[in-house]
């Protein structure tokens, strides 16, 4: 008997599985590869996250379409086109940052003064005062 699921949707759950492994892996992953797979994963011109930015919005129009013709409630086209813009410009805000992780998978040279310690970043929160 054959699979009745769809070839795009066999494709769809492949490549979450496939996106939970890849999760997993940069979990245990050395630093060097860890940027590896972040500045491939965050490159919005070639990425996963551009891609998936990209499926969202076709979703929404999708859902625009659907829901102009009372198929699907406008929440549904309302909620894509929010997650859309949200991970468009969650791209925009991380762009500028991709370049710094891609920096740290070069190898670099061999220097003959002592390193200097890394600062810490100024960025802290405080929630209760």
Known sequence: MTDPTPT???????IARQLGQLRRLLALAPP?????????????DTGILGE???????????????SEH???????WLALGRAANELGSVGVDL????????????PSAPSTSPA???AASAMVVRRHR
């Open 8 to 14: 795009s949707v066999q494709l769809a759950d492949s």
């Open 32 to 44: 060097h590869e860890a940027a590896q797979i972040l500045g491939s994963v965050l490159d919005y």
């Open 52 to 66: 998936v930015t990209g499926l969202v919005e076709t979703g929404s129009r999708f859902a625009k379409t659907h």
């Open 70 to 76: 009372g198929i699907l409630p406008p929440e549904v």
């Open 95 to 106: 762009h500028g940052h991709t370049g710094a992780i891609k920096q740290l998978t070069m």
């Open 116 to 118: 200097a310690r890394p």
